[in-house]
Each structure stands twice: as C-alpha cells, then as structure tokens.
C-alpha cells in the first residue's frame, strides 16, 4: 500500500531543477507533498485531487495523473533552503487510510 | 496558536515498561493520527482517528493501543515496549480526513527501548 518513491537520493547544485515521482498500485484520490528537515517534523507543500490537477507556488510544483496513479513535485532553480527529505503521502478512493513513500532526501549545495 | 503538541519530546524506556504519549491539538480538528518514522521506511501509519470517541487501526498497530476521549487529544499507549518499537513518533492532525485535507504535525517524540 505503501507509495514508492523515486529517486531516493539526489543532490543539487543551486539553480538546478529536480523532479521527485511518486507512484502507487492502488486507485488514489489524492497525492500530498510534504518537506522534512532533520530533526524537526514534516511540513505541509501541497495536496493534489483526483481530477489529473497541477499545482505550484514559487519555484515547486506538482502533477497529479489519476489515470497512472502517479504525482511528480517539480523543484526548478533549487535553493539552499529546499534541502530535505520530500515524502508523498497517498489517500485512496476506498477508506479512510492514507499512506507515506520511503522519503526521498535531496540536498542542495552551493 | 500551538498548533500539535508532543509530549514528552525524549523518553527511554526499558524493555516491558508502559508508558503513554500525549498528543494536543488546538485546531479544532476532527481527524488525529499516530505514526511512527524509522530510517529507511519513511512514515508509516499507527492509529487513527475519525472524532471524538472513535479510534481505528492503521498500517502497524500492533502493540499499541489508543484514546480519544476529548476532541483535541489523541493519546498513544504501549502497554510492554519492546527495543522494536525504539523509533520517533509523530502524531498529525487534519480538518477532515479522505486525504483531501492537509495534516499538521507535532514536533515528535523520540523514544529508545532498552
């Protein structure tokens, strides 16, 4: 149930882009994305719904394709502060349960 | 506006003790969860809460049992911990749930089982 998440690990110079995938084997309603720095607890980025949406704010942004269940977050002209570990969370169009990917950890250095 | 509170934020225990983490929330949310993160396995999902009153099982519930006895609390128990459950615990809340609302998490509780 578990959403898998691509790559685990990548590292960034400042400026460059990166794309995360999250991909799920069951039917999903929504996609979440949330950051987490070390030692601290997740922080909301954004929801995507059922309806194949795309959504952004600044410099990341996600898809959602319902059809493939699959959400990508798009990082483009990647920051200092983008650094941290990038989890999708799935909720599923049958049930109230709603599973996180493994983390994927991006680092950005100057 | 506190948001989610954790407490405790550190605690070790010995194998076979019980102990009981509190979660507070002041959002007025209906929706609490419990997770548990380890290294390499990303979030996975305890307990969780639909209101006040209801809990229902998550992805790994074993070993654990919970409350919801007042709207903004949420509380998570382990009757005999084991070194297996050595991990940092967050708990969440949502206004709703179905995944079509946003989780705001506490600050986590990290806790060793000897």
């Known amino acids: 149930q578990q959403p898998v998440q691509s790559p685990q690990a990548v590292i960034l110079r400042e400026g460059e882009d990166a794309v995360i995938n999250c991909s799920s084997s069951?039917?999903?309603?929504?996609v979440h994305w949330y950051r987490q720095k070390h030692g601290e607890a997740p922080v909301f980025l954004m929801i995507l719904l059922k309806g194949g949406e795309q959504k952004g704010h600044d410099k990341i942004s996600a898809s959602f394709n319902e059809k493939k269940q699959q959400s990508s977050l798009y990082l483009t002209a990647s920051q200092l502060s983008y650094s941290g570990t990038y989890f999708c969370?799935?909720?599923?169009?049958?049930?109230?349960?709603?599973?996180f990917g493994t983390g994927t950890s991006l680092t950005v250095i100057p | 506006n506190a948001g989610v509170t954790q407490t405790p934020k550190f605690r070790v225990l010995k194998t076979g003790q019980s102990m009981t983490l509190l979660c507070a929330q002041d959002m007025n949310h209906e929706y609490m969860y419990w997770y548990r993160q380890d290294p390499g396995m990303g979030l996975r999902l305890i307990h969780y809460?639909?209101?006040?009153?209801t809990t229902a099982k998550g992805e790994v519930p074993d070993g654990y049992n919970v409350s919801r006895l007042k709207k903004q609390n949420f509380l998570l128990g382990l009757e005999s911990a084991a070194p297996s459950q050595t991990s940092v615990y967050f708990c969440?809340?949502?206004?709703w749930g179905e995944g079509n609302q946003p989780q705001h998490f506490g600050d986590g509780t990290r806790l060793s089982i000897l």
């Open positions: 069951k039917a999903l309603y929504s």
């Open positions: 809460s639909v209101g006040e009153g």
């Open positions: 969370g799935t909720g599923l169009v049958t049930g109230n349960q709603f599973y």
């Open positions: 969440a809340s949502s206004y």
